[in-house]
């Protein structure tokens, strides 16, 4: 029977990946690798079995073969998951195995005419391309795609024997600091950019986090070249992606190399002077204005 | 013992245009370098202490930039075309490294532009794969590799051979100079023909316009006014 896999090693994007897989319209096999509650999340998600490795006693990328001959076996339509390190290596292991067109940041993903139709953003998400591949397709997901929902009942959960093959093993895990972990579990976060002007207004832009309850991220430069921030602070590309249910941003252009880090945000606010800057084609809602009176119009309004 | 650090074989995504007719389309054709390149070339001159540094580049014209950063000779691989999809890009890289003797890393950019291929040349080498990497060691059999974990790092063993894929933190501080890009020049360059024949690969059907909602633009000239009807619009959204 067709069937379709969700592969998920890391609980930002779970719901994503299991919402792609879902669409399809074929059963959802997911493959987890983590905590109890991260199986009993995806568990809830509608999907037909959970197939659940705990990562205290299996390193993830370990298993990347022993997945891929079960994938050689099983021949799902496609699998799919998120484009975090982990799941990369799992998802890299499959593809190869299996013989599969690769495609990534697909938004969707479906069986068609005896093939796999994807869908991807392309140019900056000014269009989106539709591809087709004859046979089985490894795919990872695009960053904001819509989450899968609860459901009334429960998937089964298998648990897994660990398995190690000795290539990689863990030395030690260092915490860099408190202030990224705080952005990682956020639900809100103001976010400002260059576009920001001055210290004066970074000062206000953590007046308003206090008194909404968000922490505060930053552009790159803002660390690197002002030095106005820790780089746990800085949320892009090279650095962390967030997903806060809220996104303030004031004075950030929109640079891919930033939207990537917050495109999974429920709802992206943009606070910019330049109406044409590329942040207002991602955002939910924006105000063309200067961000030094928009500030303190908006602390003035959330402390009533 | 060799390392081989990867350099300039993806395309930018940002030379991607959509065309009257709706196809895609590039205005750049070849590959450029990446933001992790820089990385790629110092953690593999990490590794090889001693040993030898080997850069591998799919692009053609000037192919000294990993020589210019430590690399002894550079290996460029001709005939691939610089759109390929990740697993024809992944397969050309592997058998190119494949073709050399004793190679016990390869470093590569975790590149957000084509983040697919590091961890698919390490399976199509059956090496082991570490992405997301910082900085990286050899050690007697094995690398000890720092890579970003959740929001710190985290030190893994590998053994060697082994594939690593590094994610730059910073841009370049220290380039190299014109001195040192000219000397760099004079170093061995060896072309060899690209294999990226025999994987399966997607067909493009053409493109669509994205079904988004447009955004709901405020007018900040009266911020109060402007800030009293987002705060709103966040409220009706259950987020405020």
Not at chain 1, 106 to 130: L, T
Not at chain 1, 178 to 204: H, P, W
Not at chain 2, 190 to 219: C, M, Y
Request: aromatic fraction near 4%.
């Amino acid at each position: 029977m067709e069937s379709i896999w969700a592969v998920v090693a890391e609980g930002m994007s779970a719901a994503a990946v299991v919402g792609v897989a879902q669409r399809s319209g074929l059963p959802v096999e997911a493959y987890v690798f983590g905590d109890s509650e991260l199986a009993n999340r995806v568990a809830s998600y509608g999907v037909s079995h959970v197939h659940w490795w705990s990562d205290e006693q299996t390193l993830p990328e370990t298993l990347a073969m022993s997945l891929a001959s079960r994938a050689k076996e099983d021949m799902p339509t496609a699998v799919v998951s998120s484009d975090q390190a982990t799941s990369r290596v799992l998802l890299g292991a499959i593809a190869v195995v299996v013989d599969a067109a690769v495609a990534h940041g697909i938004i969707s993903v479906a069986p068609s005419d005896g093939g796999v139709k994807v869908e991807r953003y392309v140019a900056d998400a000014e269009a989106v391309e539709v591809l087709c591949a004859p046979g089985p397709v490894v795919c990872t997901i695009a960053d904001g795609v819509a989450e899968a929902e609860p459901a009334a009942t429960p998937a089964p959960i298998e648990e897994m024997e660990p398995e190690q093959n000795g290539s990689i093993k863990v030395l030690s895990t260092n915490e860099e600091g408190e202030g990224a972990n705080g952005l990682q579990d956020a639900e809100r976060v103001v976010g400002v950019g260059l576009g920001v002007g001055s210290k004066e207004n970074v000062a206000l832009a953590q007046q308003l986090a206090d008194a909404i309850g968000a922490e505060v991220a930053c552009t790159l430069p803002l660390c690197d070249n002002y030095h106005w921030f820790e780089h746990n602070r800085v949320v892009g590309t090279s650095t962390q992606k967030i997903s806060p249910r809220l996104y303030l941003s004031f004075g950030s252009s929109g640079a891919p190399q930033h939207m990537t880090g917050v495109r999974a945000a429920k709802v992206i606010v943009a606070v910019n002077t330049d109406p044409e800057a590329p942040i207002f084609r991602e955002c939910t809602y924006g105000i063309v204005g200067d961000v030094s009176k928009v500030l303190p119009a908006f602390i003035q309004a959330v402390s009533k | 013992m060799t390392t081989i650090a990867v350099f300039k074989w993806a395309m930018d995504p940002h030379d991607e245009r959509v065309g009257v007719d709706g196809n895609v389309k590039w205005t750049a054709n070849k590959p450029v370098a990446g933001d992790d390149d820089h990385a790629v070339v110092k953690v593999a001159c990490d590794i090889a202490a001693d040993g030898e540094v080997v850069g591998l580049t799919m692009a053609g014209g000037d192919t000294a930039f990993a020589a210019a950063r430590g690399a002894k000779r550079t290996i460029a691989i001709e005939g691939v075309d610089p759109l390929a999809q990740p697993m024809e890009l992944a397969g050309a890289l592997a058998r190119a490294i494949e073709s050399q003797e004793g190679v016990d890393a390869v470093v590569i950019g975790d590149c957000a532009w084509q983040p697919m291929v590091p961890s698919l040349v390490a399976s199509m080498l059956g090496w082991p794969c570490v992405l997301a990497v910082d900085d990286a060691r050899k050690e007697v059999g094995s690398l000890v590799v720092t890579r970003r974990f959740a929001s710190g790092t985290q030190d893994v063993q590998v053994d060697c051979p082994a594939v690593v894929a590094v994610a730059a933190r910073r841009e370049e501080e220290n380039k190299p100079g014109m001195r040192a890009i000219l000397q760099a020049r004079k170093l061995p360059v060896e072309n060899v023909a690209g294999d990226a024949t025999g994987f399966k690969r997607f067909e493009s059907q053409g493109t669509h316009a994205p079904e988004t909602a447009p955004a709901r633009i405020f007018d900040g000239s009266d911020p109060e006014t402007a800030v009293a009807q987002l705060i709103s619009a966040l409220a009706a959204e259950g987020v405020m």
